[in-house]
Nanobody, 121 residues
């Protein structure tokens, strides 16, 4: 059974930091790019960041560049999203997802259940 389990969300003040984790199981971790997405109330889900499993390339939405860092620990089948300098507009449910291949340009095959991030002003 494929599982993607996010953790690390919570309530933080603006300017603070959080680190999200995405623990994967039930599939060959090295074969899938892992992405982070978020959905704020009343808004569509948007891509935040992605890490390719083929070459470790990373991608970021413009809104988080320079503040968020994605990384992967293949030995632990876990992807992290370090979020610094958080802003109230970063408030959302954050989801990790396994894409259909090692490329970040592929579609999502599997979703996690999400973790809430709330940034207070």
């Amino acid at each position: 059974e494929v599982q993607l389990v996010e953790s690390g969300g919570g309530l933080v003040q603006a300017g603070g930091s959080l680190r999200l984790s995405c623990a994967a199981s039930g599939f060959t971790f090295d074969d899938y790019a892992i992405g982070w997405f978020r959905q704020a109330p009343g808004k569509e889900r948007e891509g935040v960041s992605c890490i390719s499993s083929s070459d470790g390339s990373t991608y970021y939405a413009d809104s988080v560049k320079g503040r968020f860092t994605i990384s992967s620990d293949n030995a632990k089948n876990t992807v992290y999203l370090q979020m610094n300098s958080l802003k109230p507009e970063d408030t959302a449910v954050y989801y990790c997802a396994a894409l259909g291949s090692s490329s970040c340009s592929d579609k999502v095959d599997y979703w996690g259940q999400g973790t809430q991030v709330t940034v207070s002003s």
